[in-house]
């Protein structure tokens, strides 16, 4: 079955670690790759999206992922994390001109100051 | 401006009620999709309505589920004769169009529903 698959359910960092949350995909064709952020308490965000183009797409508060289209993978990664990157983050996909958009189970990141 | 609203934020039913779930888009967003989320799982696409075409309801798990999306704003959940696998927070969300894959979908607070 087509699927997103977060291979982390719960990632623990000190700050100023790396993080690289891993997302894995099994859709065929042409697809648009996205990774959304849901703080504690607040709505879900858009983090970045991928459409085409530079592979690397560069996000907000410092996130890039890197779409491997051999790999089917999308991995978000921040250099150096803070205690406010604290949160719920789900990656998403969205097949080429089709409405539906697949989410992964989420990789929930706790970092601690 | 005003986001995604989305009522009420926290439903307790009884198992085999109909329960109603209301959804607010941003104002002049023509694109609607209901989500669900049940813990320790992904959101699940449900449906999706754009302007005024018919609504790709693919995402549905069963029957008992339908929406209504009146007057191409406010969108209605149903689900009847509620079950406890119902159990989830749904999650509402609008973009300016739909039809660009570029578009940003902008997800309101959500609704957590418990059947007892």
């Known amino acids: 079955a087509q699927s997103v698959s977060q291979h982390n359910h719960h990632v623990i960092l000190s700050e100023a670690a790396s993080l690289e949350l891993g997302c894995n995909y099994s859709y065929g064709g042409t697809v648009n790759l996205f990774w959304y952020v849901q703080y504690p308490g607040q709505h879900l965000q858009l983090l970045l999206k991928?459409?085409?183009?530079?592979?690397l797409v560069k996000g907000i508060k410092g996130f890039e992922a890197e779409f491997i289209k051999s790999k089917f993978s999308f991995n978000l990664r921040k250099p150096s994390v803070q205690w406010s990157d604290t949160a719920e983050y789900f990656c998403a996909v969205n097949v080429h001109n089709n409405n539906d958009m697949r989410f992964g189970a989420g990789t929930r990141l706790t970092v601690k100051p | 401006g005003a986001g995604v609203s989305q009522s009420p934020s926290n439903k307790v039913t009884e198992k085999g009620k109909d329960v109603e779930l209301r959804c607010d888009p941003i104002?002049?967003?023509?694109?609607l999709y209901w989500y669900r989320q049940s813990l320790g799982q992904g959101l699940e696409f449900l449906i999706y309505f754009q302007g005024n075409s018919a609504p790709d309801k693919s995402g549905l798990p069963s029957d008992r589920f339908s929406a209504e999306r009146t007057g191409g704003s406010v969108s209605t959940l149903t689900i009847q004769r509620t079950q406890q696998e119902d159990s989830a927070v749904y999650l509402c969300?609008?973009?300016?169009?739909?039809?660009?894959?570029?578009?940003?979908?902008?997800f309101g607070p959500g609704t957590r529903l418990t059947v007892l």
């Open positions: 969300a609008s973009s300016t169009t739909g039809t660009e894959i570029s578009d940003t979908q902008y």
């Open positions: 104002s002049g967003h023509t694109a």
């Open positions: 991928y459409f085409s183009g530079d592979p």
